[in-house]
């Protein structure tokens, strides 16, 4: 639009390689999942292995080309009924399966975040519409965006009537 054929070059170069960079290091093959990770004693990449929000990033950015393996994997354990994330009220920061589910503070071992859930549902709204997505997967993203688009809508609703606050942070 503004004409900087230049700057787009230099940012979509800096995309490319930074996505690049994100499917070499933090796709676990073992899991197929995207996934955090520490070096040990040796220096050895091991993965951390939990599962909630930060393994479905690249997902909820829309950075996965649609055609990549990575994208179904990703879209498959996020609703995995053996995942746990998905609630009738929103996509949970934790796995409830997870060794952390709740435990400390449980500011990131549980609760439905507000700012996430409305990236998460974008996204769906926008796979959903992707005509490259295969048709079958488009279905199942545009089922799921509208049951949790119905359940976070209603969520926020209940929720605003009952204490008069619209919150950032829900229970799970």
């Known amino acids: 639009v503004l004409g900087k054929t230049d700057d787009e070059a230099h940012y979509t170069a800096k995309q490319t390689a930074y ?47 649609v055609d990549d393996a990575k994208f179904k994997a990703s879209y498959d354990k996020l609703v995995a009924e053996d995942s746990a994330m998905l609630t009738d009220y929103g996509v949970r920061s934790l796995s409830k ?18 700012n996430i859930n409305f990236l998460i549902i974008k996204s769906l709204h926008g796979y959903a519409l992707n005509t490259n997505v295969d048709y079958d997967l488009r279905v199942s993203i545009a089922n799921t965006y509208h049951q949790l688009r119905t359940g976070v809508t209603d969520m926020i609703s209940n929720e605003y009537e009952r204490t008069g606050f619209i919150w950032e942070v829900y229970d799970d």
């Open 19 to 65: 996505t690049q960079a994100l499917i070499d290091n933090f796709w676990d093959e073992d899991r197929q999942i995207f996934d955090e990770f520490y070096l040990d004693q040796d220096g050895n990449k091991q993965f951390d292995g939990h599962t909630g929000y930060l393994n479905f990033w690249p997902f909820f950015l829309n950075v996965l080309d």
């Open 97 to 114: 399966n997870d060794p952390y589910y709740r435990l400390g503070d449980n500011y990131w071992t549980s609760p439905i975040w507000m």
